[in-house]
């Protein structure tokens, strides 16, 4: 099954700097709108599965995550989303964000590195809602990437191939998207799929 997920955000442009945060370019109901209009056309679809609301994009106090997201749900309500999610998003916002509409997914940044997200991973599992970490594989400290590759030798993999399969073991709901142009690491990313960690590796990699 391949499900098509999309994004849309505060896409800032030439003289939108200048704007009130609400003015800019995708954050008003017409700009969300086309946002998810285009995307239907350079898509080729009648809606996509999951259209994501990027969070962060401007200062989180002018630019609440409530009205986008509403003008997000009534598109939704019309048929031209199937389902909602939220990027780039703080605990406190994903709460918010359940609070006003049924939320498939969360998006952000998380791998062995940046952990900040631990509580919002088992709040999203508990929730049965998918975390879609970004970044799976990219950004470790040095430390981080010494026991990458001491678990990957002891497994004859690569060390991105262990990041991926430590980020399934870390919880049933995370789904992975980790982006190539190589067909080489698409297959590569896919075996990860097959690699069990044991609790020794997890223990090291921490």
């Given at each position: 099954?391949v499900?098509?997920?999309?994004?849309?955000?505060?896409?800032?442009?030439?003289?939108?700097?200048?704007?009130?945060?609400g003015?800019?370019?995708?954050?008003t109901?017409?700009?969300?709108?086309?946002?998810?209009?285009?995307?239907l056309?350079?898509?080729?679809v009648?809606?996509?599965?999951?259209?994501?609301?990027?969070?962060?994009?401007l200062?989180?106090?002018?630019?609440?995550?409530?009205?986008?997201?509403?003008?997000?749900?009534?598109?939704?309500?019309e048929?031209?989303?199937?389902?909602?999610g939220?990027?780039?998003?703080?605990?406190?916002?994903f709460?918010?964000?359940?609070?006003?509409?049924?939320?498939?997914?969360?998006?952000?940044?998380?791998?062995?590195?940046?952990?900040?997200?631990?509580?919002?991973?088992?709040?999203?599992?508990?929730a049965?809602?998918?975390?879609?970490?970004?970044?799976?594989?990219?950004?470790?400290?040095?430390?981080?990437?010494?026991?990458?590759?001491?678990?990957?030798?002891?497994?004859?993999?690569?060390?991105?191939?262990?990041?991926?399969?430590?980020?399934?073991?870390?919880?049933?709901n995370?789904?992975?998207?980790?982006g190539?142009?190589?067909l080489?690491?698409?297959?590569?990313?896919?075996?990860a799929?097959?690699?069990e960690?044991s609790?020794?590796?997890?223990?090291?990699?921490?």
């Amino acid at each position: 099954m391949v499900l098509i997920v999309t994004k849309v955000g505060a896409l800032v442009e030439g003289s939108d700097i200048a704007l009130p945060a609400g003015e800019k370019t995708g954050l008003t109901p017409d700009n969300l709108r086309r946002a998810v209009e285009a995307n239907l056309r350079s898509l080729d679809v009648d809606r996509p599965d999951v259209v994501n609301l990027r969070m962060g994009d401007l200062d989180r106090n002018e630019a609440p995550l409530a009205a986008p997201l509403e003008t997000l749900l009534a598109l939704r309500e019309e048929g031209l989303v199937r389902h909602l999610g939220i990027s780039n998003a703080t605990s406190a916002e994903f709460a918010e964000a359940r609070g006003i509409a049924p939320i498939a997914c969360v998006q952000n940044l998380y791998n062995l590195s940046p952990r900040e997200d631990d509580q919002l991973v088992d709040a999203c599992a508990e929730a049965g809602i998918a975390y879609v970490p970004f970044f799976p594989v990219d950004g470790f400290q040095p430390v981080t990437a010494e026991h990458l590759d001491a678990v990957a030798a002891r497994h004859g993999v690569t060390a991105p191939q262990v990041a991926l399969a430590w980020l399934l073991a870390r919880s049933p709901n995370i789904l992975l998207i980790p982006g190539t142009g190589s067909l080489d690491h698409l297959e590569e990313n896919i075996a990860a799929g097959a690699l069990e960690l044991s609790a020794e590796d997890i223990a090291e990699l921490g």
